[in-house]
């Protein structure tokens, strides 16, 4: 394999690595990226080929993969040599269109991603009954492709000029159909105004699409956050309480401890009064109290420390999601303000291509008349 170098102007023979194919002649090497390319088909010493390689080039190395074909199971392209493919750019990525060849009549296309074959059928005889012809490809529109086709061979010489119009539809698969060549201008112009203006028709469909969605989001945060408010004001409202009994409790034992205490200092003072076996009692008793107090105390202390983190929690959960929304509702405006920018460059193409267009058919109808 030798490989040239456009930037160096030499050949170079670089180092080859993976599944290397053999001796191959009349196949197709389509670029798709400025290091990679489809290989497909050609003649071998055992005959017509079918294979496909996806090949990576480097400065010194090329890296060749074998996509092998899984047999019945899927479709695949019958082996040919001769043929035509050209790469064709839609918003799935990248396919690889190839028509004709010696021994076959049809045109399949790839969907390079994902090394599936899909055989486009209902063509005329006069695209796919061909070999030793070229194919060049026109994007007139995002989603329409112009496969130009001249030339090539079916036991006699083609020297005519066959045009396939290839659309990529919205619900991800493709139409076909021939441009006849005496309705070529006005076929282009009904083609890029209908195209264009179904994709601004899109894009205002998305445009209201997006703003239905923020009324929707901005409608779910405000009751996820009025939610949120409420399950945190109801548990405050519990704590609160829960606070006012322990107040309530501890105010019961502080005055159960005075009276106590007021009773136990006054057996102090006339011990003749109180027998020694109710003084101890009362002072275990007033232990207990004291003991309760305590504990009334510290239970106290840490519902208070809860619910000043709860306010703090509260305050950050409402400041954050308040956040969350203004920064989605400023993505989705953004978003919108971007669509209707393309939307202006697209009309202003429009009326460019419009313009040339029409433009061109007047020089046309000038030399005719003249």
Known sequence: MNVCSLLLDQWISPVVTGDRPPPTEQ?????????????????TDNGCSNKLYMISFTKTSVDILEVHNPGESVQWPKERYGHSSVL?????????LVVGGSTVYDAWLLDINKRKWKELIYLPVNVTYRYYHSLLVWSVTPTTNWIIEFGGSDYTTYSDTAVLELRYTSDNDWSTSVIPLDQYQDQLRRRILSDWENLRTEKQLQIFQDCLQLQRERVFYQEQLQ????EKEQIQQDRDKEQQQLLQKKAILTQQLDDATTLLEQAEKDKSCVKLEDYEKLKVKVAEILEEKTLVE?????ITEDYEKLKLKVAELLEEKEEQCLKEKQIIIDNVQNLKTEISEKDKVIAKLTSQVEEQSQNEEQIITG
Do not use: C, D, R, W
């Not at 196949?27 to 003649?43: H, I, K, R, S």
């Not at 510290?298 to 840490?302: A, L, N």
């Open 27 to 43: 196949f197709t090497l389509t670029p798709v990226t400025n290091n990679t390319a489809v290989m497909f088909g050609g003649y």
């Open 88 to 96: 064709i750019t839609t918003s799935s990525g990248p396919h690889l």
């Open 227 to 230: 939610k949120e408010i409420k």
């Open 298 to 302: 510290g239970k106290k202390q840490i």
